[in-house]
């Protein structure tokens, strides 16, 4: 069963903009991390955050997690017609074998010249 | 470096064929996984190797799924008597020892369209 849930599928915006794409989860995790997957390049990890982290960043990348509501944020700041992606989360769940990811179904972006 | 790869990129057969599929994880990295995409979903665990210890398989979806591993290198994933639902992009992922979280590294996928 599908452990993320991304927000929302699909998203279009224009170059220069910002894009924020939402995670929820229903486990308690004990990290989260974030995927782009395109044809060129396959599925590409971006960033991670651990359970006791609330915000990461990397170059334009931001990431934020709120166990209490069992959620996460990606922001993607000064989009450029190459982050046209389907961007993924997956959850690395405590308990048990924590070694596996469980991915969402992704947020299609596309970021228009 | 080499990243990893998979083999054949695409696979097309007939239903009731059996196929194999190919992973090279990068080199020094013990821990290997494999994964299936069906059309516009995300990623669902298949089997899971580590070294020596004894795989993870309780992600294959029927015993027609078998995957095996020699050593830390080469892993082939064989699905037999191949159904239409099989259809899907089947990655492959490595990463290093496994003592704190590690990243995945993919390879571009093995796409598999069964008539």
């Known amino acids: 069963s599908q452990q993320g849930e991304e927000d929302p599928q699909a998203l279009s915006i224009q170059e220069g903009e910002n894009a924020t794409m939402n995670c929820s989860y229903k486990?308690?995790?004990?990290?989260l991390q974030w995927y782009r997957q395109n044809s060129g390049r396959g599925l590409v990890h971006l960033i991670l955050?651990?359970?006791?982290?609330r915000e990461k960043h990397s170059g334009r990348l931001r990431v934020t997690l709120d166990t209490s509501k069992k959620s996460s944020s990606l922001l993607i700041t000064a989009s450029r017609a190459a982050d046209t992606a389907s961007y993924f989360c997956?959850?690395?769940?405590?308990?048990?074998?924590?070694?596996?990811?469980?991915f969402g179904k992704g947020t299609l972006l596309t970021v228009n010249p | 470096g080499a990243g990893v790869s998979q083999s054949p990129s695409n696979k097309v057969t007939e239903k009731g064929k059996d196929v194999e599929l190919r992973c090279d994880p990068i080199?020094?990295?013990?821990?290997l996984y494999w994964y299936r995409q069906r059309l516009g979903q995300g990623l669902e665990f298949l089997i899971y190797?580590?070294?020596?210890?004894?795989?993870?398989k309780s992600g294959l979806p029927s015993d027609r799924f078998s995957a095996e591993r020699t050593g830390e290198s080469v892993s082939t994933l064989t699905i037999q008597r191949t159904q239409q639902e099989d259809s899907a992009v089947y990655l492959c992922?490595?990463?290093?020892?496994?003592?704190?979280?590690?990243?995945?590294?993919f390879g571009p996928g093995t796409r598999l369209t069964v008539l």
């Open positions: 992922a490595s990463s290093l020892v496994k003592v704190l979280t590690d990243t995945q590294y």
């Open positions: 190797f580590q070294g020596n210890s004894a795989p993870d």
């Open positions: 080199s020094g990295h013990t821990a």
């Open positions: 486990t308690s995790i004990n990290n």
């Open positions: 997956a959850t690395e769940n405590s308990g048990g074998s924590n070694y596996k990811l469980t």
């Open positions: 955050i651990r359970s006791n982290e």
